[in-house]
């Protein structure tokens, strides 16, 4: 059967550089940094003070009242940057059969939030007293329901829960569900929001976190002098439609996706493999998934979270599918910005990569200063830069050794 083709029509964003995909892309184009004190709560006491909050976000605003008031910040972040996504596209499910609309949207921990608030509540007035909403509105899932309910997606809806993964995750098997004939359009993508004491604590005691207090230099991807990540928070949402759908209603095209590879290190709870083996294998499978020779590629949005074993292990894995050519390349991390909004990780990227087909621009690793050898590719430092892309690839490397890429192409009419 030939390969049905899968294009990016509609884009959504809630990021801690801006409130819309656009706004977000443009804070990316000038080299803005997210990150910032933590606000969400009083850090003092804590070894970790800095996070990349979302910024200005406003949920009954945007939503109502009682529409905020029953979704946890993780599904409002997701319902807001699905609508825009929707709007982007110019889409209309009434001219579409619902049945053949879906929705992927993952979340890696979903309303932990709520988790908290809510036991908090239950030890002080008793375990019958928590709130009938909790469990309805803190089960990761429930950004996905939400968005189906929302725009009326009656065709498969689900939610990857791959960690760091799980943003890529979702962007691929939805690819992959239309390219194989299951569906015509998907909405898809991640959401997280995880700025929380648990959360914030759970990362500092393992030492995933960077305890940097100067906001410039702690989510400092490939550079030496990195030592861990900035927990960061937003989603991001993609409409993907059948090429000849798209076509038909004469929706603006983004980029087209072409390929997606996931494997499994099967190696450690957190721990990459140290050579990057299982990341390779996903990079490669993605660019065979797309039938894409290696050197075609022009650019990778790098899972790069600023931690000493992800940068070395992301760029040994590099090295070992793209040869020679990883030195011609460009491979930056936009979580240098963004910090490491987890679940919604790979989502976010995913949109940054089909801007950066589009026009033709390269992402930075801002605030990159310190060369480290293991880490010794074009990270583009410091400002992003005009180039001709055609290919780009976006990685996303999460706990439990799940590893994801995706490979989209620059659309030409």
Known sequence: MDRRRVVITGLGAVTPIGLTALESWQAVKNGVCGVAPITQFDPSGMKVKLAAEVKGFEAETLLGRQEAKRMGRFTQFAVVAAREAISDAGFDIKNADPDRCGVIISSGIGGLSITEAEH??????????????????????????????????????????????????????????????????????????????????????????????DPNRASIPF???????????????????????????????????????????????????????????????????????PDSVDYINAHGTSTHLNDAGETAAVKTVFGAHAYELAMSSTKSMTGHMLGAAGA???????????????PATINYQVKDEACDLDVVPGVGRN??????????LGFGGHNGSLLMKKWEA
């Open 120 to 213: 908090d509540k239950g030890k002080e007035k008793g375990w019958d007293r928590v709130s009938p909403f909790y469990i309805p509105t803190g089960i990761c899932n429930m950004a996905a329901g939400q968005v189906a309910i929302d725009h009326g997606f009656k065709g498969m809806c689900t939610c990857p829960v791959t960690a760091c993964a799980g943003g890529t995750n979702a962007v691929g098997d939805a690819f992959h569900y239309i390219r194989d004939g299951y569906a015509d359009v998907m909405l898809c993508g991640g959401t997280e929001a995880s700025v929380t004491p648990l959360a914030i604590g759970g990362f500092t005691s393992m030492k995933a976190l960077s305890q940097a207090t």
């Open 223 to 293: 550079d030496a002098e990195r030592s861990g990540f900035v927990l960061g928070e937003g989603a991001g949402v993609l409409l993907l439609e059948e090429l000849e759908h798209a076509l038909a209603r004469g929706a603006k095209i983004y980029a087209e996706i072409t390929g997606y590879g996931a494997t499994c290190d099967a190696y450690h709870m957190t721990a990459p493999l140290p050579d990057g083996s299982g990341g390779a294998k996903a990079m490669a499978l993605a660019l065979s998934d797309g039938q894409t020779a």
């Open 348 to 362: 976010v990227e995913a949109i940054f990569t089909a801007l950066t087909l589009r026009d033709g621009f390269l």
């Open 387 to 396: 180039a001709d892309v055609h290919y780009a690839m976006s990685n996303s």
